[in-house]
Nanobody, 117 residues
């Protein structure tokens, strides 16, 4: 199971760090990702990280502003967000893609990030 936390109300330009804690065994984790969704829009990928190697990928909209990382010892992934903008407002979800699987199948409950102008 995944437990996302760290969302809140911030002003444009502020920073925020999201956390995603995984419970249970993580030996089959391939990648962990952060996704976001706003009303009326499809969920979009924000950033992903390889659970074993730590390699990362980012959506163009967040490159240079967001950093994804993971702490294998704590079974936790983070999304550090800087220079937040109002269009970053969304519910942020963390998810896991398992070894041998082609999609993210384990999802956390979401945490709301609201950025005011």
């Amino acid at each position: 199971q995944l437990q996302a936390s760290g969302g809140g109300l911030v002003q444009a330009g502020d920073s925020l760090r999201l956390s995603c804690a995984a419970s249970g065994r993580t030996g089959r984790f391939l990648r962990m990702g952060w996704f976001r969704q706003t009303p009326g829009k499809e969920r979009e990928v924000v950033a992903t990280v390889s659970w074993s190697r730590g390699s990362t990928d980012y959506a163009d909209a967040v490159v240079g502003r967001f950093t994804i990382s993971r702490d294998n010892a704590e079974n936790t992934a983070y999304l550090q967000m800087h220079s937040l903008r109002p269009d970053d407002t969304a519910v942020y979800y963390c998810a896991v893609r398992l070894l041998g699987r082609s999609s993210y199948e384990i999802w956390g409950q979401g945490t709301l990030v609201t950025v005011s102008s």
